[in-house]
């Protein structure tokens, strides 16, 4: 392109954009409107465009990534959910891999944020025996089963090999399980709380909660079976017994019915010493009372024996 320079320094366009800027004048005078701020227009406008697609892209961009990492996510929650887990483990019993069956099953028990039903529970502890019995270990299968019928209360426990169904109907006990709370006077002014279990003989318990309130306000805590707290009115102990995957067994509690003094009674309450004094004095004077009582019964046998009451015998002359 060459350029021509006048006289008044300004520089001539010969062919270069003279003509398009020509054209410009021409379509704007022919529009109406000036040449000059239509192009900026045309410019801003182009530029903001441009701007406003570049956002858009960026936004649907982003969109499709979310939209695409929510699937993913879904999935691995699916994943980490319990059904699918005891799925995982019956699936690995059925292509014979009993240790992966087991290590699965080991986990779930461990976990108490599971909180399993019961029928959650007694699936994963069907499962649990029949990958012992794949394995040889009899004796752990056989405590398996026992748990499965504390849990069942004896109930028949649906889908089982036959060989096992026969174990579990020799070794389930229909005596159900019990856990109470007990409370007892000790030391002083203060309140012992322990806790019973009975009808598990496989331990399906796995920990106890016990706690103690004064009118609704928990005063102690422990996952252990006994407290002390302090003798008041309004006093109360609960405990939960919880079995493996956080599956909730049992629930008891019990209300301190007596005063802080030593007159007060209570049905839970251990007589005190001088009540157990008396109860032993009494006890002595009536064994006493009931041996000599049949020594005097004796005597009288043996009299009566002797010929008392009997035949009279008369001297002849």
């Keep these: 392109m060459e350029h021509a320079t006048t006289a008044g ?9 003279a003509p398009l800027r020509a054209s410009a004048d021409a379509l704007a005078r022919a529009l109406g409107v000036s040449s000059a701020p239509m192009s ?4 801003r406008q182009t530029r903001a465009a441009r701007r406003a697609a570049l956002v858009c892209l960026l936004a649907t961009s982003a969109l499709a990534s979310i939209c695409a990492a929510l699937p993913s996510r879904a999935h691995a929650q ?8 005891l799925e995982g483990a019956e699936a690995s019993l059925e292509n014979a891999e009993f240790e992966s069956a087991l290590v699965a099953l080991g986990a779930l028990e461990s976990d108490e944020s599971l909180g399993f039903s019961r029928d959650e529970l007694a699936r994963l502890l069907r499962l649990r025996a029949v990958a012992l019995s794949a394995l040889g270990r009899d004796d752990e299968a056989r405590a398996s089963l026992r748990a499965l019928s504390t849990l069942l209360e004896g109930a028949e426990p649906g889908a089982l090999p036959p ?12 005596t159900p399980l019990s856990v109470r709370v007990v409370l007892v006077r000790d030391v002083g002014e203060q309140v012992r709380a322990s806790v019973q279990v009975e009808g598990d003989p496989a331990g399906l318990v796995r920990h106890l909660v016990l706690r103690c309130a004064i009118d609704e306000n928990e005063v102690a805590r422990t996952r252990g079976d006994r407290l002390v707290v302090r003798a008041a009115d309004g006093l109360s102990c609960a405990v939960d017994a919880v079995g493996p995957a956080g599956h909730a067994l ?3 509690d019990a209300r301190w019915v007596g005063a802080a003094s030593d007159d007060a009674f209570n049905p839970y309450e251990e007589p005190p010493p001088r009540r157990r004094v008396g109860a032993l004095v009494g ?3 009536a064994a006493v009372t009931v041996v000599v009582g049949a020594v005097v019964l004796g005597v009288m046998l ?3 024996g002797a010929g008392l009451d009997g035949p009279t015998w008369e001297d002849t002359p």
Excluded: F, K, N, W
């Design 9 to 17: 320094g300004r520089h001539s366009d010969h062919g270069g954009t």
């Design 40 to 43: 900026r227009r045309v410019g």
């Design 78 to 85: 699916r994943e980490s959910v319990r059904a699918p887990s």
């Design 163 to 174: 060989t096992l169904l026969a174990i579990y109907r020799e070794v389930r006990d229909e």
């Design 250 to 252: 049992a629930h008891h």
């Design 283 to 285: 006890g002595l004077v």
């Design 302 to 304: 043996s009299q009566r």
